[in-house]
């Protein structure tokens, strides 16, 4: 897969890739991921991408002609699937979105910035806009590298435990079931012995039960 993130400001999407799973999933050949400085496409000896906007009002608007130029350049070199907007008003990242951007071969992902981008690349460029929550970000870098995060950990080969993101919170509707690692006795604070049973189908039915009961407990709206 591979992965184009457009933005203002490259430095604040640079470290999420280059440390843990993100980077061994590079090294390993499995995603690329390419930063692109929308400065780079002006030809203003300012190298401003935004104005202000039309009708007045406060705050900066992104400009089209650099966001189109840098699209098209990438269109030019190979097909996308996706051309996505990251935006506190577009569609609210869920697992599922995830697991179906998983699947795609090459997308490109537009940050957004000040006010936002003119709404004429909305409309003629964008082919998907997703939002990581009802909060707003002072740009789209921070969700970029979230939405990029949870597609690149379900490409097959980046988890070592093959099985693990399948049985990932979100998965089946259910959150995941608690997880014990040693000492088995800290402090009085106790492992739950089945886990230390050794009978796998009793293990599983357990987490199955704790996985209901939390979820029950936390999320009850996952389970409508
Ligand atoms: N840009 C600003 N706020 C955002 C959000 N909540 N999700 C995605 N991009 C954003």
Known sequence: MRIDIIT?????LRSPFEASI????????????????????????????????????????????????CISKLKAERDYDEVIYMTPDGATLDQKTANSLSLLKNIIILCGH??????????SLITREISIGDYVLSGGEL?????????IRLLPGVLNDETSALTDTFQDNLLAPPVYTRPRDYKGLEVPPVLLSGNFPEIEKWREEKAMERTKEKRPDLLK
Do not use: C, W
């Open 8 to 12: 203002v400001l490259p430095e604040l």
């Open 143 to 151: 969700g970029a590298a979230v939405l990029a995060d949870t597609i």
């Open 114 to 123: 000040y006010k936002g981008v003119d709404q004429r690349v909305r409309d």
């Open 22 to 69: 993100l980077k061994r999933a590079q090294d390993k050949g499995l995603v690329s991921v390419h930063i692109h400085n929308l400065r780079d496409f002006t030809d203003d000896s300012y190298k401003q991408v935004d104005d202000y906007q039309f009708g007045g009002g406060a705050g900066m608007v992104l400009m089209i002609e650099p966001i189109d130029r």
